[in-house]
């Protein structure tokens, strides 16, 4: 039986480079990461949704870095005149 491996939200901030609070909670309510169970009063991260949820956005990077840019910044749209 496989058994579910969770971390407390200061281990997610060290997990993702020292991130704020707010920003925990920011890629939250994005999508970015999923919700957090609630175990007393302290929130844990289920391991396993934080592996998915960093594949996810890796793939969506990818997606994204592989795509031309939708525009033309303002600075570079007159270069070639």
């Known amino acids: 039986m496989d058994?579910?491996?969770?971390?407390?939200?200061p281990q997610v901030k060290q997990r993702y480079g020292s991130i704020s609070d707010m920003?925990?909670?920011?890629?939250?309510?994005a999508?970015?990461?999923p919700e957090p169970a609630l175990f007393g009063n302290r929130n844990y991260?289920?391991?396993?949704?934080?592996?998915?949820?960093?594949?996810r956005a890796k793939e969506q990077y990818?997606?994204?870095r592989a795509?031309?840019?939708?525009?033309?910044?303002?600075h570079l749209q007159n270069s070639s005149k």
Do not use: C, N
């Open 3 to 9: 058994s579910k491996r969770y971390i407390t939200q």
């Open 23 to 29: 920003t925990v909670w920011r890629w939250i309510k």
């Open 31 to 33: 999508g970015r990461l």
């Open 45 to 55: 991260f289920d391991i396993s949704e934080l592996d998915e949820a960093d594949r």
């Open 62 to 64: 990818r997606r994204a």
């Open 67 to 74: 795509e031309p840019p939708k525009h033309t910044p303002p």
